[in-house]
């Protein structure tokens, strides 16, 4: 009996056996673990969604472009229907310059870097071209435009934002005329009339933002810099 039990321990399917049961219990911390990673990338990712939307979101900038509403009359079924559309223009030449400060920001054991930028988009529109001309010599106009800039996120505006145009300084209002270029942002109102004397709109548009995680540039200008 004892030396069957000696052959038993001895024999490769014990050792296995033992091998198998070590392995399981090797499982138990793995999993522990393991779980304690989950739990601490949650909690962290947890604490940084915490400190973005308390700061501001990731950023993405838009522009300048300016919109001009337009009003055709077109005949349909012995009827005249007003088509509503918009020429939005973008500049002819666009610099942006920025300046970004990283802060890092703590929930608990937690932390997430944001940042405090300046942003300077400076260029301008040429407004002597065929498509322009040809709005402002017909009636389709409303006599109205907006120069807009596109902000993803607009609790991230400052105090120290302002819009230049030809040198003037320009009330700021919120909200877009309307979103077919981007989503929210700020516009400046501006007058037809003025615009066709013009033929050109200088602009210098100093942006006081904050945000976290991501600061991105939409290149809608012929040349972009």
Known sequence: MTTQTGKFFRSPSFKFMVIGILSLLLLIPTAMIRSLINERESRSEAARTEISESWSLAQEITGPYISIPVE??????????????????????????????????????????????????AGHFDLNNEEFEKLISSSSHTGKGFLSVGISDLRGIGNGTSFRLNGMQAEILPGLYNHEVTRTGVHVPLKIGEMANQKRIAFEITLDIKGSNDLSFVPVGKTTM
């Not at 012995?78 to 666009?94: F, N």
């Not at 610099?95 to 990283?102: K, L």
């Open 72 to 121: 055709t009359i077109k005949r349909e079924r012995r009827e005249d229907v007003v088509v509503y559309s918009t020429l939005h223009i973008m500049p002819e030449v666009l610099n942006v310059t920025s300046q970004v400060n990283p802060i890092e920001k703590h929930r608990g054991i937690f932390s997430s870097v944001v940042y405090d930028a300046t942003i300077v988009l």
